[in-house]
């Protein structure tokens, strides 16, 4: 049997691994930031770190939902 994909469960994981990434790549400037662009860090991490969460329950019930498959 063939497993369908769900597209847009897809695209939320996708761009939840690009928020971590760009997450972690703005860590040194947070670290020596100020003025706007430390401004806007922070916005950008307080959002992408929903992407964490996102990615990590994701992986949690398709791993969840293999196991009871079989």
């Not at 049997?1 to 847009?8: A, G, I, L």
């Not at 990590?56 to 009871?68: F, G, M, P």
């Given at each position: 049997?063939?497993?369908?994909?769900?597209?847009?469960?897809e695209?939320?994981?996708?761009?939840?691994?690009?928020?971590?990434?760009?997450?972690?790549?703005?860590?040194?400037?947070?670290?020596?930031?100020?003025?706007t662009?430390f401004?806007?860090?922070q916005?950008?991490?307080?959002?992408?770190?929903?992407?964490?969460?996102?990615?990590?329950?994701?992986?949690?019930?398709?791993?969840?939902?293999?196991?009871?498959?079989?």
């Open positions: 049997m063939k497993k369908e994909r769900n597209s847009s469960i695209m939320l994981r996708i761009l939840a691994m690009l928020g971590i990434v760009i997450m972690h790549t703005n860590g040194a400037v947070m670290e020596h930031g100020s003025g662009g401004a806007w860090t916005i950008e991490n307080g959002i992408f770190n929903a992407g964490v969460s996102i990615f990590v329950l994701y992986q949690d019930t398709s791993e969840y939902d293999e196991a009871l498959k079989s």
